[in-house]
């Protein structure tokens, strides 16, 4: 078994799951690491006040523990967690938690999302953790988790070549403007250009606005 939760920081959920993952690996069962928050955590503080906030972060861990027994957790900060468990009972686990999260306090609905990353050997638990938050900032909308896969592998490794490479994409000339004329349907004659932003990288070749842009915005570049 994958130890019962303690109420421990990050520091002694890195140390002692990195000792577990040793021993577990063999077992026959995928091992999985989970980054899971509460959606919308700001807001429960915000109309509730902290006190109500402070509660339901117990609230959250007393469901966890019922739900992932004998697994190890511990609480990260705000309203995060981290998880140690398998892969088989990650989809039950989670509807059960988001079941009973959704009967907390009448008009308020609280929700679990949560990431995951199956443990290959070699790699780390903090980078694990790394990419169980990719997983989780990639949910999409109508799923409550995700598991990181070889898309969002190759997604990550887009994005960090996207902000490592935008300076010498502007100073050798990677990022193009392309312009689209604007039709006048009156007499079909061009009447304006569109002015589109392209990146030709060396490495991916062609890359439009949208694989780009929106990465460049979320790191403040």
Request: proline share 5%.
């Amino acid at each position: 078994a994958i130890t019962p939760f303690m109420p421990c920081s990050m520091t002694f959920f890195i140390a002692r799951g990195t000792s577990l993952l040793q021993h577990v690996a063999d077992i026959g069962r995928r091992t999985v690491v989970g980054y899971l928050n509460i959606e919308r955590f700001h807001a429960v503080n915000d109309e509730l006040g902290y006190v109500r906030g402070d509660e339901l972060i117990r609230h959250v861990a007393d469901v966890l523990k019922e739900v992932f027994p004998q697994r190890h957790l511990t609480y990260i900060t705000g309203a995060q967690f981290g998880i140690l468990c398998y892969l088989d009972e990650v989809d039950e686990a989670m509807r059960q938690v988001n079941a009973r999260l959704a009967q907390w306090e009448p008009g308020h609905p609280v929700r679990a999302l949560a990431g995951f990353v199956e443990y290959p050997e070699g790699d780390t638990l903090m980078s694990l953790m790394d990419d169980a938050r990719h997983a989780y900032a990639s949910i999409e909308q109508d799923k409550s988790y995700r598991i990181y896969d070889e898309r969002l592998d190759e997604e990550r490794r887009m994005r960090q070549h996207i902000v490592s490479s935008f300076g010498r994409a502007l100073s050798e000339g990677w990022a193009k403007v392309y312009y689209q004329p604007i039709v006048r349907a009156s007499d079909g004659k061009v009447c304006a250009l569109e002015a589109l932003s392209r990146w030709d990288d060396p490495t991916y070749g062609l890359l439009p606005p949208f694989r780009f842009i929106g990465v460049l915005e979320d790191e403040g570049i």
